[in-house]
């Protein structure tokens, strides 16, 4: 109950704030837009390009939403009101995990209408990549809220909180060329560590069980890390 409590108090925080407004309407107009392009040029009815470049919009979205989640806290120094509370860190990071990932859920949501056009106007559209892309870019999602929670964990300067979950994610990213420039073992396990190489997959209709594993891993670590940075704080 405990936990939701602050994802009820996190969400209504989210939307008495301009904040998630202007995130919502910058995101779905560069996809609106991306959508319309790669349509009109590639003229296929198919949302796998519009869905990977959008997940590179989200790289930069998810941290907006996400930098003031704990850093605000700090800064107002209401952070010492809930470490001491009866609430545990653990509780504290699980409520505020699962309001962003509703926001972010609501968000992508939205986009939704995309497909059903694209459906009314092709017969034979394939709903197949399109279920397996949407459930890829929810455990995408999922993965950048967790990093954009961490680093919300370490700084109480919003910024530097979202600079610091952007450039996790793009390492994270990156890791995707080791593959090809390093041609061997050791550029195969940077490569496995590629979230969007991970996430290419779900776009194709592959639903991987590996895949799956892996962002159900990933996103349980970076949400332990910032569970022990807090735990930290409170004994401080």
């Given at each position: 109950m405990k936990v939701l409590a602050i994802m009820k108090k996190e969400l209504q925080s989210y939307f008495y704030s301009p904040v998630a407004y202007i995130v919502f309407a910058a995101f779905l107009l560069i996809v609106g837009y991306l959508f319309w392009v790669i349509l009109v040029s590639s003229k296929v009815a198919?949302?796998?390009?519009?869905?990977?470049?959008?997940?590179?919009?989200?790289?930069?979205?998810?941290?907006?939403?996400?930098?003031?989640?704990?850093?605000e806290e700090k800064k107002n120094k209401t952070i010492e009101l809930l470490l001491t509370s009866p609430i545990s860190p653990t509780e504290i990071i699980l409520g505020k995990y699962l309001a962003s990932l509703i926001l972010y859920i609501i968000l992508f949501a939205l986009t939704f209408l995309y497909p059903v056009i694209i459906s009314h106007y092709?017969?034979?559209?394939?709903?197949?990549?399109?279920?397996?892309?949407?459930?890829g870019i929810l455990f995408l999602g999922s993965a950048f809220i967790s990093v954009g929670l961490f680093a919300s964990t370490v700084s109480e300067n919003q910024i530097v909180s979202a600079m610091l979950s952007i450039g996790i994610l793009i390492l994270f990213w990156m890791f995707g060329f080791a593959k090809s420039v390093l041609e061997n073992s050791f550029g195969e396990i940077l490569g496995n560590l590629s979230i969007f190489e991970r996430y290419a997959d779900f776009l194709q209709g592959i639903i991987d069980s590996g895949n799956i594993v892996f962002f159900v891993i990933f996103t349980i670590v970076w949400l332990f890390l910032a569970?022990?940075?807090?735990?930290?704080?409170?004994?401080?």
């Open positions: 198919t949302l796998g390009p519009m869905l990977y470049n959008a997940a590179f919009v989200l790289l930069i979205a998810s941290p907006v939403l996400t930098m003031r989640l704990i850093s092709s017969p034979e559209f394939d709903w197949g990549p399109v279920g397996s892309g949407y459930l569970t022990r940075v807090l735990e930290s704080d409170r004994w401080r």
